[in-house]
């Protein structure tokens, strides 16, 4: 009898400290901040209606007024170099993701698709307990693991870096109503219903990942809109409701923007409308001077462009709504961002439509002067960072801060190996210490992307178009829209600052820079993807 009772007791003794401890590890768990990442693609710095724009995004707007903007927030220019430098912290080269994910093209920097031996912030939560998923664009695997007959995981893609479970277009373009290289998880998409359209489905999978999701486990969502990116394509219906607001021309919303920019605090107010000239062959038409067939193009161009950022905005008041209801939103963290600025691909009156999106800022996606590498970046929190409602920070911020400062909110100390292979620290720094602090510590910050080259340093930037040009020298205290270059009146700092940024080319691998066009650089790395013994 007293061996039963002494079982007993010791039975509901190791019962209460298993109880106990599972209790424990699911607190700690649910503790933890759910995570939501949005990164819309080809968005211009204004386009938002909280950060000037008159396309409706209330939505987007309610985490900005309720969260936090800043106002000085810089990626690398073009989609897959922002794609890897936002999951890894890292630079796009040190990520081996340098250029495009169109050919490997067997340079240390340049491989064409993510490191092997750099973790994702999707690798690192899930081994924190975290469960994460992605839905939408992709674009960080070589082209060939979809395009060529043989669709195979080829180690990067979605599922094999982090994520539990994908819907994830793996391909840059294509159509909205049909696409090319869709997976889920390792299961490749080819039907398609009548009504398909890519943004919609983008949403109704993570809004399905949020209401199936345990919450034993805290999430980490990756929402990667496609839109607005080309080519643009929306249904007639959507299109139609915005078409009124664009009768009056681009001038005049230009003004407009730019007048609303500096109400916000977003930009400053010593400095007038820039006009950025220098972007165009000819001098940039007046709205009245143009001829009314041309008006109608870019009513209908930019018509579209807003219905596809409006709908991405349904979509994302959906998620926003999903949390919600799953009783999760006071603990979770959103952060929406632009992987680059509005690009003019497309012809003049494309660029029209760019320079209207990319208000104040000069030039386009795949440049590195401000219009290219600009981008909102809200942060929302409920939970932690009410007394931050509505402000604006001003502090110079990069795309690579953004793993870190999830992994903060997070609590989570950064791996020192991967893969049993010791890794260095992420370059990019945690926002947190903005928000805490109201200070980022300085530091420079490179770019480059194809022949464009940049260096902030200081509220000095030095910039160039491409490597035949010589480099232009801007005082941003003074000049924060690039007007103006001041190279000939000193000498010496661009000397200073171009010798900071080949130390950095030479450290990661960007150089030689590589001249040749799109289809020239695709077809000379495959011929030597083909011949081997020509690969250095």
């Known amino acids: 009898m007293k061996k039963i009772r002494l ?18 590890e699911q607190t700690t768990a649910t503790e933890k901040p759910n995570i939501v990442l949005i990164m819309c ?8 209606g909280s950060y000037g724009g008159e396309i409706k995004t209330p939505n987007i707007d309610v985490l900005a007024t309720q969260g936090i903007r800043f106002s000085q927030f810089k990626n690398t ?19 081996e993701m340098g250029w495009m994910t169109a050919v490997d093209e067997h340079r240390e920097a340049y491989r064409g698709q993510l490191s092997a031996t750099i973790p994702t912030i999707a690798e690192i939560l899930k081994d924190n307990n975290y469960y994460t998923y992605l839905s939408g664009k992709w674009h960080l695997t070589l082209d060939d693991s979809y395009k060529l007959g043989a669709v195979k995981p080829n180690g990067s893609w979605p599922f094999e870096r982090g994520f539990n479970e994908s819907y994830a277009g793996l391909p840059g373009g294509g159509s909205y109503y049909k696409v090319n290289g869709l997976v889920k998880n390792e299961t490749v998409i080819k039907d398609f219903p009548a009504n398909y359209y890519y943004t919609d489905a983008i949403t109704e999978n993570a809004v399905g990942f949020i ?32 078409r009124e607001r664009y009768q009056v021309g681009y001038d005049v919303l230009r003004a407009q923007r730019y007048e609303n920019l500096k109400k916000k605090g977003l930009i400053s107010t010593l400095e007038g409308l820039p006009i950025h000239e220098r972007e165009y062959h000819n001098k940039r038409p007046s709205w009245v001077s143009l001829p009314k067939k041309k008006k109608e193009e870019w009513i209908t161009e930019m018509a579209t462009y807003a219905a596809m950022i409006e ?8 998620v926003i709504k999903a949390t919600k209801e799953k009783g999760i939103y006071e603990n979770t963290v959103f952060l929406f961002l632009s992987d680059n600025g509005a690009t003019k691909e497309g012809g003049d009156i494309s660029q029209l439509t760019a320079d209207l999106s990319n208000t104040p800022y000069r030039d386009y996606k795949i440049s590195t002067y401000m219009g290219g590498t600009s981008s909102p970046l809200i942060i929302h929190y409920p939970e932690k960072f009410a007394k931050y409602k509505g402000e604006i920070r001003t502090d110079l911020t990069h795309i690579t801060d953004i793993l870190p400062t999830c992994l903060d909110i997070a609590g989570i100390e950064y791996p020192t190996s991967f893969h049993q292979k010791k890794i260095p620290q992420f370059e990019g720094k945690s926002l947190i210490t903005v928000l805490e602090k109201n200070k980022l510590e300085k530091r420079d910050l490179f770019f480059q992307h194809e022949q464009s080259c940049a260096i902030i340093s200081d509220n000095w930037k030095l910039v160039r ?29 661009v000397l200073e600052l171009e010798k900071k940024w080949n130390i950095w080319a030479k450290e990661n691998n960007v150089l030689p820079i590589e001249k ?21």
């Open 465 to 493: 178009g491409n490597i035949s040009e010589p480099w232009e020298l801007i005082n941003l205290t003074k000049d924060s829209f690039e007007q103006y270059n001041v190279a000939a009146n000193f000498p010496k700092k």
């Open 516 to 536: 040749r066009a799109w289809s020239a650089r695709i077809k000379h790395y495959n011929g030597l993807n083909t011949d081997k013994s020509k690969i250095n």
């Open 77 to 95: 220019g073009r989609c897959c170099p922002s794609r890897a430098a936002l999951l890894t912290g890292r630079n796009q080269f040190a990520a």
């Open 211 to 242: 209401k199936k999701h345990n919450t034993e486990k805290p999430m980490f969502l990756y929402l990667a809109h496609y839109a607005p990116h080309r080519p643009l394509e929306a249904p007639k219906d959507r299109i139609d409701k915005c």
């Open 7 to 24: 079982f007993i007791l010791t039975f509901l003794l190791v019962t209460s400290c298993i109880t106990s401890k599972k209790n424990k």
């Open 311 to 318: 709908i991405m905005d349904d979509g994302i008041g959906e």
């Open 41 to 48: 693609d080809d968005m211009g710095f204004s386009d938002l």
